[in-house]
């Protein structure tokens, strides 16, 4: 069988995959089980970026966002399992905890719990976990290993709004007030915002995207927020990786 004809029937299997369509998906990979390893180098989203070269098993985490998360996608992950699809490089379990699609539909940690029960090694108590997936807009999955055991840090906090806590929790460095801000400012949580503001936080860190708390309260449309920064007289010159301002 040739790479062209490969790709074919891979694109059929997603297209099942992505319908929830586990009857046809079962079918193709039981006459192809090549599919379970086969990783694809072509079209939007597998030439380039972090779905380069993407697996079957990478798909079920709905990151990136191509079409909707079909509402079975357990039993779907469930067969690529049961099949043989690989697990153990960790790359689906990064996928899920920092979907968005996963994390509202709420099927991120269901589907993790999968992964290590096939062999996936990951702690979900590293409270890294739950900074992973609230910089990447998946708050219900951060409050999920939260929930599970996870301890919270002062970043955690800020972006799910737990002022008292903050303002009960003693000294801090000055990484972690950064990265509070940056967190609070992100997810609109202004009280929390201006409590961080008030112990010093640097309003200049930036972590993973490149873009300080004042760019991703703008982004975000966080207007109070905003009006607090504003107040606050943070800098309005300041710049992004990408060389933009907040104007």
Known sequence: ??????????RE???????GDSTTLAKFIGKHPFLLNYRCTQGEWYESGYFAGATLM??????????????????VAELLISAGAGVEDNYTVGLLLTSHQAAVAGVALP???????????????????VTLALMNQAPETAVALLERGA?????????LGKLEAIQNGGSYSSEELGEAFLLGCTYGQTDCVRALHDLG??????VETGQPGFHRAVHNGHLET??????????????????????
Not at 226 to 244: F, H, P
């Open 151 to 159: 301890t919270p840090t002062l970043a955690h906090l800020a972006a």
């Open 111 to 129: 589907l993790i719990d999968l992964l290590i029960g096939a062999g996936a090694k990951v702690d979900l108590n590293d409270p890294c976990l």
């Open 226 to 247: 905003v009006k607090l920064l504003l107040d606050r007289k943070v800098d309005l010159s300041a710049k992004n990786v990408y060389g933009g301002t907040v104007l």
């Open 58 to 75: 990478n798909h079920v985490a709905g990151n990136p966002i191509r079409v909707p998360l079909p509402k079975n996608i357990i039993e």
């Open 1 to 10: 069988m040739d790479e062209a004809q490969q790709y074919s029937f891979f």
């Open 201 to 206: 936080a640097d309003t200049s860190r930036e």
């Open 13 to 19: 299997a997603v297209e099942a995959l992505d319908a």
